[in-house]
């Protein structure tokens, strides 16, 4: 019987800001995809069993027994982990980490004895193509390379390996103070494979790295060990060429047990456009925030009518869903999903968050083109008559499209989003009076037609008698004020009716798949938790909305990473891992809890980015992203004013090698060290 993968505690993520690793508490990696998120796995025990892929470190005994106990950390601050496995003759340390990425993608191991002598053992099963395609394999030289198709993995090592029932395994003996490491590279079959980092190098170069990142982040609040190690998950799930942040670094994993609600989430969501970008800026990652904001406005170029609901982590627009039916799931739940259908539905929320997004982006940053206005033009433009229509709502039901209440709510926003934007930069152009009609005719909408007397609450959908935690968004978007009874009798309908053990459904689900076209039960959605926190903080129940945020905590796991929900019967993490939304509602819900808001300056700093939109002959987006270096002093792309001329920082590609340089020889700024 193959044996099954581990408990979703029980893995921790590394990454190289392209892609990321899944390493469990039994020093197995069980899932990796190269060169990047979306790429075929060449690890996928995590969905299937052992012939589907892993690369496992750990020590042996005589009579095949693993440790009797093990512990783990990350370096603090850092992405670098460290496992300690005891044994009843010594103590080894396995550190792994994923170098940020210069060249080829990496995964560097290193074995250490600490006290006594212990045997290990190393396997690794490499499968191409999600655990489908054996590789030819061949050594030579302290090189192991094994190859099918495009794609080619070296290891580099000096332990003598040797095959064994299509595994490559080694075994040794080693003593205290003894090391011995293990360098994985992908790289592309009709390529030679690239000579390895040094691997002790490689450890601290890439420590150095996050721990130069985290350190400059600017909270200081409560919380601050969870907020922290959220941000560097959120980073974790970065793809650095584009700055789009995928939501999770995996496919197909549960929302319950055994179910089939198994979804590929190795994509961008609009849906968490502004959360992610408000968390980003209340953590002081500016640049971060702007590269988020970049990708966010090239991935929705184009025909505003045809606008996604998600985009590959480069902006790609075909996500075609289709089924892996060799691997038999995580703990058995199928089907295995690669790609997302829901790419193609019609969901109005997306306007919402697009618009709301770029708001918040130009409440930092000014208006840095005309062009990018011309964008949010179109997109609201086109909602003048889009927001009428049904859809298929914020959580990708493969129902029927209804008039969801979420939905609408968010067309609102991105209407108030438009108005309040030409109200601070007067020398936009756009029709005001107009769209604050539109506005108060989508506002009176949803609520009459929205809001139950019956229940005194607004639910689902026009006409529903069923509750949906995605309301709760409606007093953190100002839709209304949180004092506002309807928006009281709301959250406590929520808090009675979808609270299941302390935590919250997104709605009642039906087991003739009426209400979302699915059969089975899911877990809570940690993300809903959170914004339940926040509307209990608002409407003045702040001991209940911090009792949740806390019991909310206690769900991490030992190394402070959530995945998409919990389920309370099993008592245990469910849904892809690790999860960016929840993580960016730790972030956000912390900070209110705090009394934190998202830092905007002085008045007249603020009064200095609104007033007049910078004249640049621009394209959209300024084609930057987030540094590689944080140690390096901050720019951004703004209007400076003050007296002077305005500077225009602008970002081009080096026409020799791709790299961003830029184009600002006056600039005042102090040179980078």
Same mark, same amino acid.
């Given at each position: 019987?193959? *044996? ?42 995590? @969905? ?10 750990? +020590? ?52 250490? /004895?600490? %006290? ?8 690794? %099963? ?23 198709? *495009?794609? !080619? ?28 490491? #293990? ?12 000579? +390895? ?39 974790? $799930? ?38 992610? $970008?408000?968390?980003?800026? &209340? ?21 505003? !009518? ?7 982590? !480069?902006?790609?627009? &075909? ?8 691997? !038999? ?5 199928? *089907? ?27 409440? #930092?940053?000014? /208006? ?21 229509? +049904? ?46 009609? @539109? ?15 019956? &229940? ?23 839709? $209304? ?7 009281? =009798? ?34 809570? #959605?940690?993300?809903? =938790? #959170? ?7 608002? /409407? ?61 300056? =002085? ?8 007033? &007049? ?32 001329? *305005? ?27």
């Amino acid at each position: 019987m193959q *044996p099954v993968s581990l408990p979703l505690e029980d893995y921790a993520v590394i990454g190289d800001l392209h892609t990321a690793a899944l390493v469990g508490r039994d020093g197995s990696i069980d899932w990796l995809c190269l060169p990047r998120f979306d790429s075929e796995a060449c690890f996928a025990r995590l @969905l299937g069993g052992d012939d589907n892929g892993y690369w496992r470190i750990a +020590p042996i005994g005589a009579d095949g027994a693993m440790a009797t106990s093990t512990r783990r950390r990350y370096l603090p601050g850092t992405l670098v982990l460290e496992t300690e496995f005891d044994t009843p003759t010594g103590t080894m340390r396995l550190t792994d980490c994923m170098p940020i990425r210069e060249a080829q993608p990496q995964v560097v191991r290193v074995v250490e /004895i600490l %006290s006594g002598e212990v045997k290990v053992r190393m396997e690794l %099963s490499l499968r191409f193509g999600y655990g489908s395609v054996m590789p030819w394999v061949t050594r030579h030289d302290g090189l192991l390379s094994a190859t099918a198709g *495009p794609d !080619s993995i070296g290891l580099w090592t000096s332990a003598e390996t040797r095959g064994e029932e299509m595994t490559t395994v080694a075994e040794l003996t080693l003593r205290a103070g003894q090391q011995m490491p #293990f360098n994985l590279t992908w790289y592309r079959s009709h390529d030679m494979c690239p000579r +390895p980092m040094d691997p002790f190098f490689a450890i601290q170069t890439t420590a150095n790295w996050w721990k130069a990142w985290s350190d400059s982040c600017t909270y200081e609040g409560e919380y601050s060990e969870a907020v922290v190690q959220s941000l560097i998950a959120l980073k974790a $799930l970065t793809y650095e060429p584009t700055g789009g942040i995928v939501a999770a670094a995996t496919t197909s994993l549960p929302e319950s047990p055994g179910g089939n609600r198994n979804w590929d989430y190795r994509y961008c969501w609009l849906r968490d456009a502004t959360l992610t $970008l408000e968390a980003l800026m &209340r953590g002081g990652f500016h640049e971060e925030a702007m590269a988020w904001r970049d990708w966010l406005l090239r991935a929705t170029a184009g025909d505003v !009518s045809k606008l996604q609901i998600m985009y590959g982590a !480069s902006g790609e627009r &075909r996500l075609d869903e289709w089924e892996a039916d060799w691997l !038999s799931g995580y703990e058995g739940a199928t *089907p295995v999903r690669i790609g997302n259908a829901a790419a193609g539905q019609y969901q109005l929320d997306v306007y919402g968050e697009v618009m709301s997004a770029l708001f918040s982006a130009s409440e #930092f940053d000014g /208006i840095t083109s005309q062009a990018v206005w011309g964008l949010q033009s179109a997109l609201v433009e086109f909602l003048e008559e889009g927001w009428k229509l +049904p859809d298929d709502g914020i959580w990708e039901v493969r129902g029927p499209r209804r008039h969801f209440t979420h939905s609408k709510v968010m067309a609102w926003v991105a209407i108030d989003r438009a108005v309040r934007t030409l109200e601070e930069w007067p020398d936009l152009e756009g029709p005001l009076d107009r769209w604050r009609k @539109l506005r108060d005719e989508i506002h009176a909408e949803v609520c009459e037609k929205g809001f139950n007397e019956k &229940r005194q609450a607004f639910t689902q959908y026009y006409g529903s008698e069923d509750l949906d935690a995605s309301i709760l968004m409606m007093p953190l978007v100002g839709f $209304l004020p949180p004092e506002d009874p309807r928006v009281v =009798s709301t959250v406590e309908a929520v808090e009675r009716e979808l609270v299941d053990d302390g935590f919250v459904l997104r709605y009642r689900t039906s087991d003739d798949g009426a209400v979302d076209g699915l059969t089975g039960r899911e877990g809570a #959605f940690l993300a809903c =938790s #959170f914004w339940l926190a926040d509307c209990l903080h608002l /409407i003045g129940r702040v001991e209940d909305a911090r009792e949740l945020f806390e019991r909310l905590l206690l769900l991490r796991n030992d190394l402070g990473l959530l995945s998409e929900e919990y389920d309370a019967v099993a008592g245990r993490l469910v849904g892809n891992f690790p999860q960016a939304f929840s993580h960016v509602s730790l972030v956000n819900t912390a900070y209110r809890l705090s009394g934190h808001d998202v830092p905007a300056g =002085s008045e007249a700093e603020r009064q200095e980015r609104r007033g &007049r939109v910078a004249q640049l002959a621009a394209p959209l987006v300024t084609l930057g992203k987030a540094s590689r270096h944080p140690w390096r002093p901050a720019t951004h792309n703004k209007v400076k004013r003050g007296g002077k001329d *305005p500077v225009h920082r602008i970002t081009l590609p080096h026409p020799a090698d791709g790299t961003a340089a830029e184009s600002d020889p006056k600039a005042d700024d102090p040179p980078a060290p």
